[in-house]
């Protein structure tokens, strides 16, 4: 008797010993980013609270920013490839893997950062946006504006003329991204945003696009100070996932991280939008210059560029339905 009673001890004794330890995390979500300390880095970190909480401790959530698990070519691969769950890059660097992202590059489209992510929220564009990547085993759980696009240059440009004959890094390898700046006078490259800045210090190029906070980010008021704003253009970025870990997860949570990733996307318009003041109160502290075209220069500019744009997607048709539906979201979602 006094034997059945101690096996019954240790078994009430082993259950509420194993209802207070927290369940073993059973999928591990690794989000890597190449930047820190700004809106990307902010969602990655709601993400892990929210995904933590709910999932009771079966998502094990790890955060590597600032290319900690290494250059966009390398995460975006990994996606692919099913070894790293999720990565932020900008839209310019998975054209290669899937070509319909770029569209969301095209200049003029989006009025503000605000304007792009009413667009993205939009249930019609969230559902055109879901199949992009299927063929290759990814989606975009997560698509928002990281800043206004902005251009250094040794030589600070101030009007059209000034892009001329300029060495500039742009923010992809496509058509899309590199055509533009060629009909400027630019000559364009793509270089991952990791090799930036050793090229911009060795004068191995001439300027650089990114968004507005990788220039506080990586104090590259060091390496010039003239920053001029790109008209009607933005850094559209997105979380890639794979898509057969997200099926792994069960129905259940599955769904789960689909509604902590939306929550999360309010970072966007407001964390994000506010972020903006901070960083260019930091660029003009440390002796840097905010430039706007005059202007006539920005009709010139987005002139061009939409020209330019608009030839290169309407060539194929998918490309010229997907341009034409943000089109026609953009301007539904215009206040």
Not at 26 to 44: C, G, R, Y
Not at 243 to 249: F, T, V
């Amino acid at each position: 008797m006094k034997m059945k009673s101690a096996i019954l001890g240790s078994a009430a004794l082993a259950a509420m010993l194993a209802a207070a330890v927290p369940a073993m995390a059973q999928f591990t979500m690794k989000l890597s980013a190449p930047t820190i300390n700004d809106v990307s880095h902010e969602w990655m970190k709601a993400m892990k609270a929210g995904v933590e909480q709910r999932s009771a401790g079966k998502i094990k959530v790890e955060l590597y920013p600032a290319n900690q698990l290494g250059q966009l070519p390398a995460t975006v691969e990994g996606v692919a490839m099913g070894t790293i769950e999720v990565t932020l890059p900008a839209v310019g660097f998975i054209v290669g893997l899937e070509p319909r992202f770029q569209v969301l590059d095209a200049p003029g489209l989006f009025d503000s950062i605000e304007h792009a992510q009413r667009v993205f929220a939009d249930p019609d564009m969230r559902k055109r946006l879901a199949t992009f990547g299927a063929s290759k085993g990814v989606e975009p759980l997560v698509m928002f504006i990281n800043g206004p696009l902005m251009l250094l240059s040794h030589k600070a440009v101030r009007r059209l003329p000034d892009f001329k004959g300029q060495k500039l890094r742009a923010p992809g390898g496509a058509p899309i991204q590199m055509e533009p700046f060629k009909r400027l006078g630019a000559s364009p490259l793509s270089i991952p945003l990791g090799e930036a800045l050793p090229a911009m210090q060795n004068h191995t190029i001439d300027g650089m696009t990114a968004g507005f906070s990788i220039f506080t980010t990586f104090k590259y008021f060091d390496v010039a100070k003239g920053l001029t704003q790109l008209p009607g253009s933005f850094l559209v970025a997105t979380g890639l996932v794979n898509r057969k870990w997200m099926q792994s997860l069960g129905p259940d949570l599955e769904a789960m991280v689909r509604d902590e990733s939306r929550k999360a996307e309010a970072l966007f318009s407001t964390w994000g939008v506010e972020d903006i003041g901070r960083i260019a109160a930091t660029w003009k502290k440390n002796g840097g210059e905010v430039i706007a075209l005059s202007p006539a220069d920005q009709q010139g500019f987005l002139t061009e560029v939409s020209a330019s744009a608009a030839a290169i997607l309407n060539v194929n048709p998918q490309l010229r339905e997907d341009y034409q539906a943000v089109q026609a979201v953009a301007k539904k979602q215009r206040r």
